[in-house]
């Protein structure tokens, strides 16, 4: 987990020192917009090395405010539907046919974020077999078509098992298993797995 400050425009990577604390963050946001009039610094937050990059905090003109949650994202960005952080497995079908592990970080009807260790292309179509429950053993798994619609590289520091962070859209909504990822997300926050 990290609190870090970037100008907003910049790359989402963290390019900069880590703060201790969210207030921390937010301090030296209100700081440094004050001491540059007209530039606005985000207070960005990162849950772990598969998370992508959440903006929580913007602070202009020694000002901060609270970044909605439901702000407006970009095209490529926005998904239909609220969005369940769960992670659990997931396989990945190349538009080659080799299928590949992967892990969904958050998952909504209309589509999902998932790291992989893949080469994968903007536009891609592959199919994915999701497995709900968080477990590959259960029956409850479901395949669905998606597109591709953007690939983030994850950082050095980031990397591990997983080289990116992918966002797909799928074909068609998965409404029937919307109570399944909603359980398992609860489970994970219950559990501290999640923020």
């Not at 201790?20 to 963050?25: I, L, N, R, T, Y």
């Not at 609270?66 to 960005?77: F, G, L, Y």
């Not at 769960?86 to 538009?95: I, T, Y």
């Amino acid at each position: 987990m990290g609190w870090w400050i970037a100008e907003r425009g910049s790359a989402l990577e963290l390019l900069g020192r880590i703060e201790v604390s969210e207030d921390a963050a937010k301090a030296r946001a209100v700081a440094l917009s004050g001491t540059m009039p007209g530039t606005a610094f985000q207070v960005r937050y990162h849950a772990n090395a598969n998370a992508p990059t959440e903006i929580r905090w913007e602070a202009l003109n020694g000002q901060i405010i609270e970044v909605p949650r439901d702000a407006p994202v970009t095209p490529s960005e926005h998904r239909a539907g609220v969005r369940h952080f769960a992670c659990f497995p997931a396989h990945v079908e190349r538009p080659d046919g080799e299928t590949r592990t992967a892990m969904i970080h958050d998952l909504s009807i209309s589509g999902a974020l998932l790291v992989v260790r893949t080469e994968l292309a903007v536009g891609d179509v592959v199919s994915l077999q999701l497995y709900v429950t968080g477990d590959p053993a259960d029956s409850c798994t479901r395949t669905t078509h998606a597109k591709v619609v953007r690939i983030e590289p994850l950082d050095q520091f980031a990397r591990g098992l997983w080289s990116h962070r992918v966002a797909v859209q799928f074909d068609k909504p998965l409404t029937d298993v919307e109570p399944e990822i909603k359980a398992l997300e609860a489970r994970q926050r219950q559990l501290g797995l999640r923020p």
